[in-house]
């Protein structure tokens, strides 16, 4: 199976960025595609984005289209998240998941890593 763990999360002022990074472990050549959720307090769990692994397709969720880029390193089996210009409705705790056979169920999870952002 395919380990995930997130780092980079922190507590930013409204209108700032954070980078969040997702380094991959284990049965890396089965990853199909790498996303980025969010889940806040009292919220269902909403896919923010996602990226092919070959070829660096990309998918946004509508609301973070234009302030976040998701981007991979293949060599270095990591997955980035720049996030700029953050509002206070991105708080919430990011998890890294992989998809692994292009189903979009993600059957590898990291443990999340929680980004705040003050107004």
């Known amino acids: 199976q395919v380990q995930l763990v997130e780092s980079g999360g922190g507590l930013v002022q409204a209108g700032g960025s954070l980078r969040l990074s997702c380094a991959a472990s284990g049965r890396t050549f089965s990853i199909y595609a790498m996303g980025w959720f969010r889940q806040a307090a009292g919220k269902e769990r909403e896919r923010v984005a996602a990226?092919?692994?070959?070829?660096?397709?990309?998918y946004y969720r509508d609301s973070v289209k234009g302030r976040f880029t998701i981007s991979r390193d293949n060599a270095k089996n990591t997955v980035y998240l720049q996030m700029n210009s953050l509002k206070p409705e991105d708080t919430s705790i990011y998890y890294c998941?992989?998809?692994?056979?292009?189903?979009?169920?993600?059957?590898?999870w990291g443990q999340g890593t929680q980004v705040s952002v003050s107004s």
């Open positions: 998941a992989a998809d692994l056979d292009g189903s979009s169920r993600y059957g590898s």
């Open positions: 990226i092919t692994w070959s070829g660096g397709s990309t």
